[in-house]
Nanobody
């Protein structure tokens, strides 16, 4: 029943923008810390951004600060990642992550969406 479905990925040129969406269902979305992770070929998965259950606190990897913005809409059970000024090194599969109360004991993952930044 638990589902996290990412969308919005694709091919974009350097300097371009994409907005990723994650639609959640089957759990109490409003008490979960939501995050975006990414994994490039041959590299380990890394945390890109996270947002508190109420949306009042956000954290970003240093590599994306000032370029990416995470947001959530608890009424829609959705989390978003606005990506601007994209660079080739942003190329990766991006995954939506849900962590109940940020404790690490109830964690769900989406299947991922591919983002490719290339000219």
């Amino acid at each position: 029943q638990v589902q996290l479905v990412e969308s919005g990925g694709g091919l974009v040129q350097p300097g371009g923008s994409l907005r990723l969406s994650c639609a959640a269902s089957g759990f109490t979305f409003s008490i979960y810390v939501m995050s975006w992770y990414r994994q490039a070929p041959g590299k380990e998965r890394e945390l890109v951004a996270s947002i508190s259950s109420g949306g009042g606190r956000t954290n970003y990897a240093d590599s994306v600060k000032g370029r990416f913005t995470i947001s959530r809409d608890n009424a829609k059970n959705a989390v978003y990642l606005q990506m601007n000024s994209l660079k080739p090194e942003d190329t990766a599969v991006y995954y939506c992550n849900a962590d109940r109360m940020g404790r690490g004991d109830y964690v769900y993952w989406g299947q991922g969406t591919q983002v490719t930044v290339s000219s």
